[in-house]
């Protein structure tokens, strides 16, 4: 157990919905990071946040968008969803801003777009 | 700009085989590199780093050395086990960014 957890464990929705991703960072870190896993683009760093900012941006689309509130906890708001959407999403945690920490990932969230 | 590049998996062994996954990197200055595995149905999580050159880093059998003259960061582990069935990402971190690569597919057969 990572001490990083994430809510809903899976998700399945339609096309042109739009979607919330829960992240609860480990005690004590101040970084979260977000990811995309799909099979054909592997593992695709989205955004991370640090003590509430944005500190670094990756391949997220403008369809997508997150923010960190003052408890830390970290949420991933995705919309218009589309069929390329669905992928594993894992949140990640650290205990400053990036660096030589370890990343401590979450057990991931699931989407299926249909 | 910098970049992970590792082997193409996936890799199929049999128990007790020598294991080497490479991984090749290019940043400026002096990245950190990682391994992370991610077993099935978990996220990823840390298996061994090194943060500056000829470091070694090791954890469960595996190693790992940070060779700035081949830019490299080869994984190794003398024995595999069908347990080590997993997939490995080869990381560096530089400054506030961390590139992952695409990460390798291990299938140990008993």
């Known amino acids: 157990d990572s001490g990083v957890t994430q809510t809903p464990k899976h998700l399945i929705t339609a096309t042109g919905q739009r979607v919330t991703l829960r992240c609860s960072p480990r005690?004590?870190?101040?970084?979260v990071y977000w990811y995309q896993q799909s099979l054909d683009q592997g593992l695709q760093f989205l955004i991370q946040?640090?003590?509430?900012?944005?500190?670094a941006k990756g391949n997220i689309l403008e369809r997508f968008s997150a923010q960190q509130f003052p408890d830390l906890h970290s949420e991933l708001n995705l919309s218009s969803l589309e069929l390329g959407d669905s992928a594993l999403y894992f949140c990640?945690?650290?205990?400053?801003?990036?660096?030589?920490?370890?990343?401590?990932f979450g057990p991931g969230t699931r989407l299926t777009v249909t | 700009g910098n970049s992970v590049t590792q082997m193409e998996g996936p890799v199929t062994l049999s128990e007790e085989a020598f294991l080497t996954i490479n991984c090749t990197y290019t940043a400026t200055g002096y990245p950190s590199l990682f391994w992370y595995v991610q077993y099935p149905g978990e996220g990823l999580q840390l298996l061994l780093k090194?943060?500056?050159?000829?470091d070694k880093g090791s954890n469960k059998g595996f190693e790992a050395t940070y060779r700035k003259e081949t830019t490299s960061f080869h994984l190794e582990k003398g024995s595999v086990q069908v347990s080590d069935s997993a997939v490995y990402f080869c990381a560096l971190t530089r400054g506030d960014k961390i590139i992952f690569g695409k990460g390798t597919r291990l299938h140990i057969l008993p």
């Open positions: 946040y640090y003590n509430g900012e944005e500190r």
């Open positions: 090194a943060t500056k050159a000829d």
């Open positions: 005690s004590g870190d101040l970084s």
């Open positions: 990640a945690s650290s205990p400053t801003n990036g660096g030589v920490d370890e990343q401590y």
